[in-house]
């Protein structure tokens, strides 16, 4: 995840720099559930609306909760498929809070009524993020629902005026672009705290609808309208923040922006880039899915590193004979073609590695999607070679 407003935030208030660092645990996306209500165009874990058969138990998730704790995970995202469909969510969520961690829950919104905003303000939880696709019909369409959209919009609204952090979700492509600043206008007028901004990734439905991932001047322009956003909304207080994820060039991209209209600050900028690091899949990024199977993030369903049923998760995680977890703990990773020799490899450490999995059958291959330019990540394109070094080079790599 790139937290454009705190980057934003560094240019006003620069803290000091420090090292890259491992966290003590991952920040863990928890698929409880299966299930859904919806049949979205983009979902990662195919969900659909019927039981899928053996997802841990009560007593299993809660074991499984104490062990998170114990291992002091920063954070834990309770997602699905709809988590609301599962019985015992609050009672999970609950424990989860109880134990002191910061409990998240990930939904699409259209089950909450007044009644079950209220139960969820009672749980405290830390964070509420609901998608929305665009506005309307456009959303509608994506959800395959007639009614998603009012239903999510109503429900973000309904858990704001309870005192619940509420957050839109957007996946952007080229068939609900258009809708992208009139969504950002309806989050701001409708005083929404977050907006997560993600770049469409090649699992589950997304690999399907990979074609209509958005070109690349689609999402500079999106990611310089969210850079633009974020500062008027520092400098006016409003406090609303701005991230994005599933692509870590937005780091890079951002430091172009930042040497065009702060260049008296792109050194500082560069220096935070490295200590955030870029791609932190299988590092400080983890998912269990709705069996107990334990990935590297939510889009390496196709990739199982074990199962808490037979294995508790801090020890899964703490195994670095595992190849693919030692591989992607390698920092630089160690990637070919143009993003082994792009000069931000050191800040965005590859981006995805599903993405070039699916694009081109190695998972070591650079990312597809990267809407950088040649001249901007200092390669050549006859040769994928390094071009001559610039003022941005010399910010990156000292």
Known sequence: MFRISAFIAELFEPTPVRERRRLP?????????????????????????????GELTTEEAL????????????????????PLLRPDLFLLA??????????????????????????????????????????????????RKAGAFDASQRALLALRDLGVKVGVRYTMTEDNAHDFVPLLDWVAEAEIPRFYFSHL????RGKKNR???????????ALTTLFERALADYRAGTGREYTTGNHDADGPFFLLWVQANFPERAEHIAAKLRQWGGNASGENIANI?????????????????GNVRHRPFSAIWRD???????????????????????????????????????????????????????????VTPSSGGVAAQSKTAELVTH
């Open 289 to 305: 899915d709705n069996l107990g199977n334990v990935h590297p993030d939510t889009m390496w369903w196709h990739v199982t590193l």
């Open 201 to 204: 990734n090649y699992a589950g």
């Open 25 to 53: 645990g991952p920040v863990v996306i928890w698929n409880l559930i299966r299930r859904c209500n919806l049949l979205c165009a983009h979902c990662y874990s195919l969900s659909a609306d019927t039981d899928f058969r």
């Open 94 to 143: 609950d424990y989860a809070k109880e134990k002191g961690l910061y409990t998240a829950l990930s939904t699409n919104g259209t089950l909450i009524d007044d009644a079950m905003a209220e139960r969820i303000a009672a749980t405290h939880f830390d964070y509420v993020g609901i998608s929305l696709d665009g506005l309307g019909e456009t959303h509608d369409r994506f959800r």
């Open 320 to 378: 670095e004979t595992h190849p693919l977890l030692a591989a992607l703990r390698r920092y630089p990773r160690a990637i070919s073609g143009r993003c082994g020799a792009c000069r931000y490899l050191s800040l965005c450490n590859g981006s995805s590695r599903v993405r070039a999995e699916m694009a081109a059958g190695d998972l070591w291959s650079e990312d597809p999607a990267c809407y950088l330019s040649d001249e901007e990540v200092g």
């Open 211 to 221: 074609g209509r991932d958005a070109v690349a001047q689609t999402t500079r322009r």
């Open 63 to 82: 074991a499984v909760i104490d062990d998170l704790a114990a291992m002091r995970v920063p954070a834990l995202i309770l997602s699905g498929g709809e």
